[in-house]
């Protein structure tokens, strides 16, 4: 969702712990709040990445403020973390800090978020597909811009590298196994330990990252690949035959594969 030129956010006016990932271009004015108990001021320029759970309040605004949010729902969000599991989680890093922007850089970034809206407004099958990459494009742009501005990449923790060798691990294997002692194995962790790590990291479980990536596979090869059908899609994704995927695939999608593609 796009709320562009906003010069009040009401919702905002007492403490309030975000759900969704909210992006702030502000163009005008300033704004002081409170995130996570922290005073933080906006100004001119000044661009936000806000993940959820945070907790803002506003304390005031001058009466020129004036911002553009782009807010991500939780689900669109997680998407965008199963097709892009090296890059996006490389950009969420960056969450919770405030980045001035050149006039020139604002503009091109308010162009995006335009494009977006444009975008989400369209009653078509693949709004979604072209919503990610415009947001791929997006995310590497002002990745871009923030180096442009003389700010390096941070720098990860031991327990965010621990979860990019996981996913790296994953995604190169997991036609061959979709189970979790496999991949703490694989990282010489316990399975407990490396489940713990992984869901404090992520926000879920193991299981539920290794079925989440497995699944956004599944409906991409069914909407983009009808020259295959559901036994060479399994063969692809590494099930032992058809019927274990489809049982695999109406667990996690609540419907079957050809029920999924019928509706495309």
């Known amino acids: 969702m796009i709320f ?3 010069n009040r956010v009401p919702i905002y006016e007492k403490a309030y ?9 502000n163009h005008r ?15 001119r320029h000044d661009f936000v990445m806000m993940s959820p759970g945070h907790v803002m309040e506003i304390q005031e605004y001058s009466d020129d403020y004036l911002v553009s949010l782009l807010v991500i729902l939780p689900s669109f969000l997680q998407n965008l973390r199963y097709l892009y599991p090296f890059y996006f989680e490389h ?3 960056r969450y919770n800090s405030i980045f001035h922007l050149s006039e020139e850089q604002c503009e091109s970034v308010q162009g995006l978020f335009l494009m ?13 597909e072209l919503l990610v990459k415009q947001i791929e494009i997006g995310t590497h742009l002002i990745e871009i811009y923030l180096q442009e501005n003389g700010l390096s990449a941070p720098e990860l923790t031991p327990a965010q590298q621990l979860v990019n ?4 691990a994953f995604v190169n294997h997991f036609q061959e196994s979709r189970e979790v002692q496999y991949y703490a194995n694989l990282l010489c962790l316990s399975p407990k330990y490396f489940g713990s790590i992984i869901k404090k990291q992520t926000g ?17 090869l069914l909407r983009h690949s009808k020259d295959l059908n559901i ?8 099930f032992s035959d058809p019927a274990a995927f489809t049982r695999f695939f109406k667990t996690n999608a609540g419907m079957s594969p050809k029920e999924y593609r019928a509706q495309q």
């Open 4 to 6: 562009d030129s906003i």
């Open 17 to 25: 712990a975000s759900p969704f990932f909210v992006l702030w271009l």
């Open 29 to 43: 004015g300033c704004l002081k709040n409170l995130f996570d108990k922290q005073q933080k001021e906006f100004h």
């Open 91 to 93: 950009v969420e890093h």
């Open 116 to 128: 977006l809206q444009a975008i989400n407004q369209l009653n078509h099958p693949e709004r979604d």
């Open 165 to 168: 060798r996981f996913k790296n």
């Open 204 to 220: 879920i479980s193991a299981n539920e990252w290794i079925s989440g990536y497995v699944i956004v596979q599944a409906k991409s």
């Open 231 to 238: 036994q060479q899609i399994s063969q692809q994704l590494g």
